[in-house]
């Protein structure tokens, strides 16, 4: 329930860019991908009309899908309120110092000399190598990529979908989102990713305590003034 209302708000604050309902549509491209096989638009289309987070109820004693064929996944969210949640754990238990990773990363206290938290980003374009490196400020850290699914053997159809065209989002190669939850920082990477670099710096600016490191397709790194970088 947290994780939807949290899921519900975003799509609200993003006019349906970040839509949990977009399942459908993922489920279309993963098929065509393991059949070898190109999209018509037609099968796109009819995806995109199950696609619609308005159309998702959710309440304190309901969830309801309201048009038969809809769908839900909370993969552009969950691994982030899963490290809050093993932060809260650790927490109850007496641990100071950690660093969690769920998929996204967050941390306790810091290393044995007292030193933050240091994680490496992903390069987009090289499996072997990191973009930057960022220090755990407090913060958690969550990254969205083009490369981590793909349909195909180039990265222009991907697992990150825009639920208006029903295609891969374009113009970012990665977006890493530091903010003060898991939670936030997840939506937010998959959030702007979809945007795209204009509206997507744009809503992580406006979102307190937030800050962005991201790769444009064309290579261009893209950074806010307080994302912590060493």
């Given amino acids: 329930m947290e994780v939807l209302a949290a899921a519900q708000e975003l799509a609200e604050k993003t006019g349906g860019k970040f839509d949990v309902t977009i399942q459908p549509l993922w489920k279309l491209h993963e098929s065509a991908a393991k059949q070898n096989r190109r999209l018509a638009q037609h099968e796109i289309a009819a995806a995109v009309e199950l696609v619609d987070w308005r159309k998702l109820e959710v309440s304190k004693n309901i969830i309801r899908l ?7 996944t909370l993969n552009g969210i969950a691994q982030g309120f899963a490290a809050d949640r093993a932060k809260t754990a650790l927490q109850q238990h007496g641990v100071e110092h950690a660093l969690i990773n769920t998929g996204e990363l967050t941390s306790l206290g810091s290393k044995s000399k007292g030193q933050p938290w240091r994680v490496g980003i992903q390069h987009p374009r090289a499996d ?28 222009n159809r991907h697992h990150i979908l825009d639920p208006d065209t029903g295609a891969s989002a374009a113009g970012f190669a990665s977006v890493s989102i530091a903010a003060p939850s898991g939670l936030l920082a997840d939506g937010l990477s998959t959030a702007a990713f979809v945007l795209g670099p ?6 992580v600016k406006q979102s307190p305590g937030t800050d962005l490191l991201a790769v444009l397709q064309n290579g261009r790194l893209l950074r806010t003034a307080g994302f912590p970088t060493p």
């Fill in 66 to 72: 309201h048009r038969t064929g809809m769908a839900v």
């Fill in 128 to 155: 072997d190598a990191y973009i930057s490196l960022a220090d755990l400020d407090g913060r958690c850290l969550a990254t969205s990529g083009d490369y981590a699914t793909t349909f195909a053997g180039d990265r």
């Fill in 198 to 203: 204009a509206e997507g710096e744009k809503l």
